[in-house]
């Protein structure tokens, strides 16, 4: 039997979840809908189909004959969202609505070891970590903005550690440059003091999950949202390129780095996080073998789904109680002359005798 599991994730599992659940009754074969396969949705979904492949499934992630996007979305049985009421805003979930967020969080490793010496050798004044995702890279950024954050790294008293492809030209000696560095692994170390981030969700939550709070840079997308996130938490600051100067990059990293307020929130936000009485690896794992035990889960479907849009904007019965409306109006206008119409007539006859 072959299983679609329908996946919204912007989290993955990247440690393996064999030994946290109970081994499954019956292994079957999961087919999983990829929505678009960059680099940052094969960190996403990878770690997942690895997870369940772990646990004897067979995983597929190709399929030839696709339905429509529309009828996927209405037969899914299942959405693993990337969110958590400690990262977001709360809402109401469907049974069918799995929270997930910060599933590819993972505990450090060690660093290697000339980057580790690096680090520490930057001694109490700590390390900047600078790094605008995967998709933004950090040769494409306009000259006049990489200009300014030149100079402005070049008057700060920490080490930066720039994720930049290719040679930068006119970095100070505090600047290191590097194609790809262990992102995890540099936010939980205790040196780096702040995140300059595109405000990306994924790094976000690996940010809070590690305690170590931001500066946000938004791009595009959701990350302007994230920003606000991150000025209103206090878990650091947001800041639109239009408005970066050399010292207002340094006024705001040094207060990042100097005021405690930004780390103190940060660590209750990871707490939050953190506590939770199943990990979000294992709830994934549970949720996508349940639906797959009880043959599609239709209990967890909400029947909302299966409406056309007219139905679902109640178009149908606000176009029934406006023609309802019209007609009262016309009755009431047909009324209101006829009533006229009496009382005109029963006024002439009165001059007439």
């Known amino acids: ?184 692994d540099l936010l939980a170390h205790p040196s780096v003091k702040v995140f300059i981030s595109h405000g990306g969700l994924l790094s976000l939550q690996e940010s809070i999950f590690h305690v170590t709070p931001l500066l946000v840079l938004p791009i595009f997308g959701d990350q302007t949202r994230n920003g606000m996130f991150v000025d209103s938490s206090g878990v650091g600051r947001a800041l639109m390129w239009k408005e970066l100067t050399v010292d207002r990059i340094v006024d705001v990293l040094t207060d990042i780095i100097t005021n405690p307020r930004y780390q103190e929130n940060a660590a209750r936000i990871s707490a939050s996080l953190r506590d939770q009485l199943t990990t979000p690896q294992e709830r994934a794992v549970f949720w996508t073998e349940y639906v797959i035990r009880h043959r599609g889960a239709p209990q967890l479907r909400c029947p909302a789904a299966q409406l056309t849009w007219v139905e679902f904007l109640l178009l149908d019965m606000a176009c029934l109680l406006l023609l309802v409306l019209l007609l009262l109006l016309l009755l009431i206008r047909r009324l209101l002359r006829a009533i006229s119409a009496k009382l005109s007539g029963g006024y002439a006859k009165q001059k007439t005798t």
Not at 2 to 31: D, H
Not at 159 to 169: A, I, M, N, Q, S
Request: charged share 15%; aromatic share 10%; glycine share 6%.
């Open 1 to 184: 039997m072959k299983v679609c599991v329908a996946c919204v994730l912007a989290a993955a599992l990247v440690w393996s979840v064999a030994g946290l659940l109970p081994p499954p009754q019956k292994t079957y074969s999961i087919l999983m809908l990829l929505p678009y396969w960059g680099k940052s949705h094969r960190n996403v979904f990878m770690p997942l189909s690895e997870a369940l492949a772990d646990r004897g499934h067979k995983v597929w992630q190709h399929f030839p004959d696709l339905p429509p996007l529309l009828d996927i979305e209405r037969n899914q049985s299942l959405a693993l969202m990337n969110s958590h009421f400690s990262i977001t805003t709360p809402m109401p979930l469907l049974p069918s609505q799995v929270e997930v967020g910060a599933m590819h969080c993972r505990p450090a490793k060690p660093l290697p070891q000339d980057l580790e010496a690096w680090i520490t050798g930057a001694g109490s004044a700590g390390v900047v970590y600078f790094s605008l995702g995967s998709i933004a890279s950090g040769k494409s950024m306009p000259s006049q903005y990489r200009q300014v954050f030149l100079e402005a790294f070049r008057r700060l008293p920490q080490r930066v550690l720039w994720k930049y492809e290719g040679k930068l030209e006119g970095a100070s000696d505090n600047v290191r440059v590097s194609s790809w560095l262990p992102q995890q």
